[in-house]
Nanobody, 124 residues
């Protein structure tokens, strides 16, 4: 059974850093694009970042560009999100996702697989 499991969330002060991890199991995701979404309380889920299967192409939401870095290790079936200079508005549940069409993945949040989410809280 395909599964994505996020880890690495927590409480951090503004200006701090966190690295989220997503472990993929049940099938190989090495040929699928993967990415991160987030959902803050009372808000819709939004796109954060995506990376193609080789790791050579990435795309970020404007709100995180220059602060977040997405990466992957296909040998380990792992996806990462390094978050620097965190702001209170980054507080949300962060979800790992994989597969589907690249365009709708970014524009509409449509993915074949989703993790259960990990909470990130940034205090001011």
């Amino acid at each position: 059974q395909e599964q994505l499991v996020e880890s690495g969330g927590g409480l951090v002060q503004a200006g701090g850093s966190l690295r989220l991890s997503c472990a993929a199991s049940g099938r190989t995701f090495s040929r699928a694009h993967m990415g991160w979404f987030r959902q803050a309380p009372g808000k819709e889920r939004e796109f954060v970042a995506v990376i193609n299967w080789t790791g050579g192409i990435t795309s970020y939401a404007d709100s995180v560009k220059g602060r977040f870095t997405i990466s992957r290790d296909n040998a380990k079936n792992m996806l990462y999100l390094l978050m620097n200079n965190l702001k209170p508005e980054d507080t949300a549940v962060y979800y790992c996702a994989a597969g589907g069409d690249w365009g709708t993945f970014v524009a509409s949040g449509k993915a074949d697989y989703w993790g259960q989410g990990t909470q990130v809280t940034v205090s001011s």
